[in-house]
């Protein structure tokens, strides 16, 4: 069965870090390219960063030199290194394939950017 399972978000201070991990199915992951998506208060849910399972990675503009995200393909468990948050960050993050393959999204994780 899908497993999508996203986890580390919380409350954090403009300027700070936080990490996000995914566990998915092996069924998934070991097939598919995957990727972190996030959805802001009355915005469309878009693509933060994704990586292939050879680990080539790709950033939104919005993002880029500020997060780092990674996978390790034993675990079937995927990263987002997220650094000099700002508010704009504020989110519910979603991990998923990408592109997207199956329709099914996890609880998501809520990242809150806030002093």
């Known amino acids: 069965q899908v497993q999508l399972v996203e986890s580390g978000g919380g409350l954090v201070q403009p300027g700070g870090s936080l990490r996000l991990s995914c566990i998915a199915s092996?069924?998934?992951?070991?097939?598919?390219?995957m990727g972190w998506y996030r959805q802001a208060p009355g915005k469309q849910r878009e693509l933060v960063a994704r990586?292939?399972?050879?680990?080539?990675?790709n950033y939104a503009d919005s993002v880029k030199g500020r997060f780092g995200i990674s996978r390790d393909n034993v675990k079937n468990t995927m990263y987002l290194q997220m650094n000099s948050l700002k508010p704009e960050d504020t989110a519910v993050y979603y991990c998923?394939?990408?592109?997207?393959?199956?329709?099914?999204w996890g609880q998501g994780t809520q990242v809150t950017v806030s002093s």
């Open positions: 990586i292939t399972i050879g680990g080539s990675t």
């Open positions: 998923n394939t990408f592109p997207l393959n199956i329709n099914y």
């Open positions: 092996r069924s998934i992951f070991s097939i598919y390219a």
